[in-house]
């Protein structure tokens, strides 16, 4: 990501940092889960105010996300195990970075979609958000397929950057998904000789 203001201090993430990806799973978790639950079912007032809360999360969402981005900026990541390959490198930085993009174009396409869509986006039902497009059904419909298609990529992403802690922390036991845990454990960050 870039030279950070920052120097690492410890093998560990800072809590900040912890905190932000425990609270951004839990709600691209929520915000993944009701979005299929919503889908079909017929319109009635659940529906709407299911879809009303999914926009508010998909809001806070992105500026979780963008919160994120300003901490990682300023605060350098522990360094990967001097143990991983070039290749495994590359792999966990490009997914890192796809993560990031898709947790940015998810919430833009479904604000886009909402106002091609002819519903502006209302935060807590209190502040209305600008609409990004014109209203337009061709493009609204688009933009749905996009945003779906956009989710399915990250839950994908998401399952692959999980099953990457868990080699690293079964196979490789090498402390990268330690490093992520809320809770401290020394046995856990050791890192094998």
Do not use: C
Request: proline share 7%; no cysteine; net charge positive.
């Amino acid at each position: 990501m870039g030279k950070s203001l920052h120097p690492p201090t410890s093998k560990r993430y800072t809590a900040t940092a912890i905190g932000l990806h425990w609270l951004m799973a839990t709600v691209l978790i929520g915000l993944f889960s009701v979005g299929l639950y919503m889908h079909d079912l017929p319109i009635s007032p659940i529906k709407l105010h299911l879809y009303s809360w999914h926009k508010w999360a998909g809001v806070t969402a992105f500026l979780l996300v963008l919160a994120r981005l300003a901490w990682r900026i300023t605060h350098r990541p522990p360094e990967l195990p001097a143990t991983m390959s070039k290749f495994t490198e590359l792999a966990a930085h490009a997914g890192h970075a796809l993560l990031y993009l898709l947790m940015i174009a998810i919430p833009l396409s479904g604000w886009m979609m909402s106002s091609a869509k002819g519903f502006q986006t209302v935060y807590f039902g209190v502040l209305p958000l600008p609409d990004l497009l014109p209203k337009s059904k061709e493009l609204g419909n688009l933009l749905r397929d996009v945003h779906e298609t956009l989710n399915f990529v990250l839950a994908t992403v998401v399952l692959g950057h999980a099953v990457a802690a868990l080699k690293h922390h079964l196979i490789d036991k090498d402390g990268v998904l330690a490093r992520m845990l809320p809770w401290h454990s020394r046995l856990l960050l050791e890192e094998t000789p």
